[in-house]
């Protein structure tokens, strides 16, 4: 599988502080990878680095095939649209003016830019001061300059961030056409509910370390849903597990955390010989935000 953006023990230390530690990150080819993680994780962090507007403390990152750095920032960046943490333009100037500085800095034609304001349906728009504009129509109008190049990669930083549903509903639904027209999206958000749908793949941080990556089916296979019991004595089962296994009684259900298959075949048969008559044992169903909430331990998401 080629990747567009691959990273090796990517790391950014402040002073003696990891802020993003060890990350290898996979991007392939004309993914959207939602970029996961509570308020601090180091998302921003991250993609600054992608784009070498930081420069790591540490580790590798290799972005269209060639490594990023110094001297191949400026070849790298034509081929990368970004927006980072909050949108660009000028307050003052209206929608096309901004456009039309950013198309005479990158060398695009009106054709480009034509084409990046339709795609983020901003066409009725564009004569007005951008600082007329909503939350949604400045973060439409960033992503606009950061199509207008037509990018083969695209790094968005919480595009959804104060959006309400609907502006949330159409960035995801510009990220589907863009990932269909053959652009690789990366995209962060701390709400895994923005962009869950959206995203083909998925990369959790929780302070500034990978915890997870791979496909939603994988995120549910790599968290063990609680296992629950229902038996004849659950009050009498759930005193003999608690200690042990860190139990709760639950509508006269016995739920088991974090228990793999052995370990649950294991308790089972104790509560057998303890002479407990079971007669239901199944892994609880959860939600995906379950189990993010269960892989970053709570973070505040
Ligand atoms: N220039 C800096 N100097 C010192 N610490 C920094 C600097 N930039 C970021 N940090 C710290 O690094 C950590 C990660 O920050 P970062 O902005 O990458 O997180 P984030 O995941 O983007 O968060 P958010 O969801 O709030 O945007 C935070 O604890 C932040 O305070
Ligand atoms: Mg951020």
Aim: proline share 4%; aromatic share 4%; glycine share 10%.
């Amino acid at each position: 599988m080629s990747f567009v953006v691959a990273t090796e023990k990517l790391t950014k230390k402040y002073g003696d502080h990891p802020v993003v530690q060890d990350l290898d990150l996979r991007i392939p080819e004309g993914a959207v990878y939602g970029f996961l993680g509570p308020n601090g994780s180091g998302k921003s962090t991250t993609m600054k680095m992608l784009l070498n507007l930081i420069r790591p403390s540490s580790g590798h990152v290799e972005v269209l095939g060639k490594p990023m750095n110094r001297g191949t920032r400026r070849e790298l960046l034509g081929k990368i649209g970004s927006l980072i943490e909050s949108p660009p333009g000028y307050a003052h100037l209206t929608g096309r003016e901004n456009m039309k500085i950013v198309a005479r800095l990158l060398g695009l034609t009106d054709q480009h830019v034509d084409h990046a304001v339709r795609t983020v349906r901003m066409e009725r728009h564009m004569d007005k001061k951008v600082r007329e504009f909503s939350l949604g129509m400045k973060q439409r109008l960033g992503i606009a300059m950061a199509l207008a190049r037509r990018p083969e990669l695209l790094i968005l930083d919480e595009p959804t961030n104060g959006l309400d549903p609907a502006g949330i509903e159409e960035i995801r639904g510009l990220l589907r056409r863009l990932a269909d027209g053959g652009v690789t999206v990366m995209v962060s958000s701390h709400l895994l509910g923005e962009i869950d749908k959206t995203a083909t793949m998925l990369g959790i941080l929780s302070e500034g370390r990978m915890i997870f990556q791979g496909s939603r089916d994988q995120l549910f296979s790599a968290a063990r849903p609680d296992v629950l019991i229902e038996c004849a004595e659950p009050r009498h089962a759930h005193s003999l597990l608690a200690r042990e296994y860190g139990t709760r009684l639950d509508n006269a259900v016995v739920r088991v955390p974090g228990v793999d298959d052995r370990t649950t075949a294991g308790i089972v048969a104790g509560l057998v010989r303890e002479r407990i008559g079971v007669y239901g044992v199944r892994r609880d169903e959860q939600s995906l935000e379950d189990v993010f909430m269960t892989l970053t331990a709570g973070g505040s998401l």
